[in-house]
């Protein structure tokens, strides 16, 4: 009987020393994940700010309006959100001097970004960045374009006007805008699983802009 009863002792401190050996594990993998997630949402803000901090705007008076028969401003600030499945995330796109060489070519230039996102599979999205030198071809997704942030679940860009005013979207060669430029630029991520989300956000004023005074 003693021994039974030793027994049926020893099973529960151990039952609970694995449970806790169990908790501890789990509490560690939880913190290596939001490690990861804080990281890569870091480093993907950054980038997106380098960017946006060396935006190249054309000015007056060599910006001129468009009119029916000219081409669009190759340095336009362009934004649109786009709906995928039950999500709608933003696409973003403009001109910038922070290029990146990829692919062993070392040309230096103003470089055309789009930001913009795709669905890998089963509802899983990322972030790619598109960067290509003048001329600037026509955009379209492509796998060689890095990714610079998985299990995406919202990205969104907010624009603010000369009046601070908000705008969910952007279109610097259209009247409704002035055929103006954004002064600030919010970018707020989404990342992790919908049971456990996390949300990264900032807010980067532009050092170069255009501003046309509207009609009157």
Not at 43 to 52: E, P, T, V, W
Not at 141 to 154: A, M, R, V
Not at 173 to 197: F, H, N, R, W
Request: proline share 5%.
């Amino acid at each position: 009987m003693e021994i039974l009863v030793a027994m049926s002792i020893f099973a529960i401190v151990m039952g609970l020393i694995f449970g806790t050996f169990e908790g501890v594990f789990s509490s560690a993998d939880h913190v290596n994940t939001a490690g990861e997630i804080y990281e890569m949402a870091d480093a993907c803000i950054g980038r997106i700010s380098q960017d946006l901090q060396s935006i190249h705007v054309l000015q007056a008076p060599r910006y001129q309006k468009p009119d029916m028969n000219s081409e669009p401003d190759i340095y336009r600030v362009t934004s649109k959100n786009e709906s995928m499945g039950s999500k709608t995330f933003s696409q973003m796109r403009f001109a910038t001097l922070a290029h990146l060489p990829i692919g062993g070519d070392i040309r230096d230039g103003i470089a055309e970004i789009v930001y913009y996102v795709q669905e890998m599979e089963n509802n899983v999205y990322a972030l790619r960045r598109s960067d290509k030198l003048y001329p600037y071809p026509e955009f379209e997704p492509k796998e060689s374009d890095p990714i610079l942030c998985e299990q995406l679940l919202g990205f969104k860009v907010l624009f603010y006007d000369q009046e601070g005013r908000e705008r969910e979207e952007w279109q610097s060669d259209d009247d409704d805008y002035d055929y103006s430029t954004p002064g600030a630029v919010k970018i707020t991520l989404k990342i992790g699983t919908e049971e456990a989300p996390y949300e990264f956000g900032t807010i980067i004023s532009l050092p170069m802009r255009r501003f046309i005074s509207a009609k009157r």
